[in-house]
């Protein structure tokens, strides 16, 4: 013991201010094992060093590591072709502008991030092999791999790097990244120093900067310095396992091995990758059921229930902090008065979706993009459930009753059953609700403000996709410059908080922040979080090594037949 706490010393004389006093919040009970893992990780400690110390500081307890693999490399078998079911790519590919699931999991399989986001929430290097902020966390270092090269075995390096999140931090990019990038980075920000080193200078300190280099920012594959986006579609050029064979728009994309990739740990097992696109949620089910894919990357248990039920399925299930976002113009009649957002919120049943309508496959949603599967979310704050009586007395207070109110949205998965829902349960206070459900292009226009049914309807209900932390939840449709703000929301005390929370460099901090915000949400009530679902995978029985994120990214390179 005397000799292991002496290493203890030694490696602790080395360490930040800001590393040290996470090691004191895991040795005092603060965090758990798998929080100080995950810590330890986004502040740039190496898994060896976190592991070592999680095991000399702690109780002992082995951490997985797992990035979210479902089988070993020794239980899959060489060769063959892996199919696998998307949805159709509901934009063009091109990596600036992707802002939906299908696409962002075909730029992942070609292009690769700086790190990882898997599925414990845990930041994992991939093209950076490490990094470290400054004392106040406004300045981020990053080591960038070595010897990695594009697929045409062009060497990549910092330069690429810097130039690829330049462009995608500058606002005449019209990049799908400035929704995370909008306070935190600005062009220039960041600077290749040498071939090896990319330094962040950030707008404000940022305590989870990792995950906005991460594959959570899914727009941020790194391409050659001097690419044009535009052209991404041609050739799918990256870092990653696979090369592009054949892309079809509309129908799928056929990969073979990429020679050049550099982890050798991580060569694909399968000699193709097929990817087939789906439009329709049925014709998916009907597809994995029918031996048309292998596996099904994700399925709503609404239109996938029978896959819940299939002996012949396995499903992979995260929880996630996935979910839709019901927004109220607070600007607008009848919701710019609070009072009868609340009554909104209080309309709706919860109980009715989280265990009719999705099988129990998710969590409850208090209001704020503070999900439960978030660390930092403060469980204490009561939990909003529904109040009819209370709700038409709101109504009351604020002179309104018995209106009329568009609601819109779009074909996705359940939230047309949603919309339902809400149209139901608003009808007990007398609030007609006309459902307005259009497909994915008619609904986010040009994604921006004035040319949106997104931005700018009344009543809307928009899809968010999994973030391994809050931030991009908190700043683009809550904050008063967000960049997707459909409900309008302007709040400088709400703005403060956020700075709060996202400067924070320890969890007691972020969740003091945290606590703050989920019940000023609960009272301004802009944004009704009803629920966060969890991701579902399915793959046939005789499948395995498949490794997905909740965020939609789907690795098959160490994925086949069972052994």
């Known amino acids: 013991m005397k000799e292991i706490q002496l290493r203890v010393d030694a490696v602790r004389a080395e360490r930040s201010e800001l590393e040290n006093h996470i090691i004191d919040e895991y040795r005092a009970g603060y965090i758990d094992r798998r929080e100080f893992v995950r810590r330890g990780a986004v502040v740039g400690m190496s898994l060896q060093l976190v592991s070592f110390l999680a095991t000399a500081c702690g109780s002992g307890d082995k951490e997985s590591g797992s990035n979210g693999a479902e089988a070993n490399k020794a239980d899959v078998k060489k060769g063959g072709v892996l199919r696998t079911g998307l949805q159709t790519p509901g934009s063009d590919l091109d990596p600036i502008v992707v802002n939906n699931q299908g696409a962002l999991a075909v730029l992942g399989q070609s292009g690769e991030y700086l790190i990882y986001s898997d599925r414990n929430l845990k930041p994992v290097p991939r093209l950076a092999e490490s990094w470290k902020p400054n004392r106040d966390a406004s300045q981020w270092t990053f080591n960038i791999r070595q010897g990695v090269k594009f697929q045409d075995g062009k060497p990549m390096t910092a330069q690429d790097v810097a130039a690829t999140f330049n462009l995608h931090a500058d606002p005449k990019s019209g990049s799908n990244a400035l929704s995370a990038f909008t306070g935190v980075l600005s062009k220039g920000g960041a600077q290749a120093v040498d071939d090896k080193t990319v330094v962040f200078e950030l707008e404000a300190p940022n305590g989870n900067f990792p995950f906005n280099t991460s594959s959570d920012n899914y727009n941020l594959i790194i391409l050659p310095k001097?690419?044009?986006p535009s052209k991404w579609p041609k050739t799918f050029p990256g870092t990653g396992p696979w090369k592009l064979e054949k892309y079809t728009p509309e129908v799928g994309v056929n990969y073979t091995r990429n020679p050049n990739y550099w982890d050798k740990a991580r060569q694909p097992l399968p000699d193709r990758n097929?990817?087939?696109?789906y439009e329709k949620p049925e014709a998916a089910v009907l597809g994995i059921q029918g031996d048309e894919v292998d596996l099904l990357a994700q399925f709503s248990p609404v239109d996938g229930k029978p896959l819940l039920t299939d002996s012949n399925i396995n499903v992979i299930?995260?929880?996630?902090?996935?979910?839709?976002?019901?927004?109220?113009r607070t600007d607008k009649e009848p919701f710019n008065d609070k009072r009868v957002r609340?009554?909104?919120a209080l309309l709706i049943n919860r109980d009715n979706i989280v265990k009719g309508l999705l099988e129990e496959k998710s969590d409850y949603g208090n209001d704020s993009p503070f999900a439960?599967?978030?660390?930092s979310t403060d469980k204490s704050v009561p939990q909003r459930k529904q109040d009819v009586e209370k709700a038409k007395a709101l109504l009351a207070d604020a002179g309104v009753k018995n209106f009329d109110i568009e609601l819109r949205t779009w074909q996705v998965f359940e939230v047309?059953?949603?919309a339902q829902l809400i149209q139901q349960d608003l009808k007990a206070a007398?609030?007609?609700?006309?459902l307005n459900i259009t497909d994915a292009a008619s609904y986010y226009g040009d994604a921006v403000y004035g040319k949106s049914?997104?931005?700018?309807?009344?009543?809307?209900?928009t899809e968010y996709g999994h973030r391994g932390v809050p931030n991009v939840f908190l700043g683009a449709p809550l904050k008063s410059d967000g960049t997707w703000n459909s409900a309008h929301f302007k709040n400088k005390e709400y703005d403060k908080l956020v700075v709060e929370y996202v400067s924070a460099l320890d969890l007691q901090s972020q969740r003091t922040a945290a606590k703050k915000i989920q019940e000023l949400l609960l009272d301004e009530v802009p944004i009704v979080f009803a629920y966060f679902y969890f991701y579902l995978t399915a793959t046939k029985l005789d499948v395995a090594g498949v490794d997905v994120s909740a965020m939609g990214h789907v690795d098959v390179a160490q994925a086949g037949q069972k052994a």
Request: charged content about 20%.
């Open 416 to 418: 047309p059953q949603y």
């Open 274 to 277: 097929e990817i087939k696109f």
């Open 317 to 328: 299930e995260l929880r996630a902090s996935q979910h839709r976002q019901l927004h109220m």
């Open 342 to 344: 609340q009554a909104v």
């Open 226 to 228: 001097g690419f044009d």
């Open 453 to 461: 049914p997104w931005l700018d309807s009344t009543f809307g209900i």
């Open 430 to 434: 007398g609030i007609n609700i006309k």
């Open 372 to 375: 439960p599967v978030y660390p």
